[in-house]
């Protein structure tokens, strides 16, 4: 006979807390970078893996809301948000510009099918669209000697009553820097009407005083999330950014090994000596990056350490002598820290960890896995 208890109380330990808190501190971290800009707070991929319910309790006091999917503007419709949301990449097909108008949404408008679907388009109250020049990232947009063109036949539309102007920098967190994208986007949109969007996170915060950039509306997504957009130049405590998540978990046993004795799948990590590791509850189908083998940092009870072995798909083994020296005896059920804030209030910020796996803060909180309970904290 099954037990007679609900499922909801019998999960694996691992979950991601949310902290709502840490999100509302972010985002006036970034307003006070851009004090004349409203903020779009970016969502899209379900608020870099956040839930779009926190995302929206963490950033009402953004000036509206950015995603990429009907599914994330109708959630925040239903959650009682009234104001602005911009498609960003725009309709995907003609039949959702009907789900733009039914909902309100603002959608961006970056290639010729996009305004041939609008023109055939029936709808009461006319759109509020966002065209977008390629200035040089080559991914979406008009090309700049085609831009003035798109905002013609846009402007013609009845469909159509405000035509804002936006692009997206490639290089704002790195030595290339913005200026040259800044000039074409200046040169080919200086004499539309129509308000600007110009700045993702790494530009907020880095190039927010530079010539060109100042715009009606940024548009941050990583620096919301408590990460810096410009690791290793920048730590996010350098930017005054909290973590937002925590990706916690706990050890469910542990193992004693003799010198010689090998950890995990193809045994890489050998103990060069006897010594303790614990096994957490946590691996590549929660999230965690197998790149991290044998590498990534981990906290135990908020003591830093690292994992050894691989990375498996519901586990993963760290190394507890740092424990010993700490003071904490190593045991079962002990808290441990994938990145984010521990109990204790140590900190694993998640660039870190991105970094130790070869990769970027993004994927990781993009990358923890439907399974993983994310809760508000
Ligand atoms: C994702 C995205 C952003 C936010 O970028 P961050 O680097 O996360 O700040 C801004 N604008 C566009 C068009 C995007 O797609």
Redesign the pocket.
Known sequence: MAPNLPLADMPRPIQARIHIEAMRHNLQRLKAHAPDSRV?A?V?ANA?GHGIEQAFEGFRAADGF?C?NLEEAQRLRELGWRGPILL??GCFEPRDLEWCSRLGLWH?VHHDAQIDALSAHKTQVPHHVFLKMNSGMNRLGFAPERYRAAWSRLNALPQVDEISH?T?FSD??GERGIAHQVATFAKHSADLPGERSLS???A?LRHANAAGVAADWV??????YGAS?DHPIHQASDWGLLPTMSLQSELIALQSLKAGDTVGYGSSFVAPHEMAIGIAAGGYADGLMRSGSNRAPVLVAGVRTHMVGRVSMDMCAVDLRPLHAAGVNPAVGLEVTFWGQADNAAVLPIDEVAQACDTIA?ELMCGVTPRVPKVAA
Request: no cysteine; aromatic share 12%; net charge neutral.
């Open positions: 779009w970016v899209k870099y950015a990429l960003l990449e961006v936006m997206h704002a967190d993702n996170s790494a907020t548009r941050p997504g990583i620096g919301l957009p993004y």
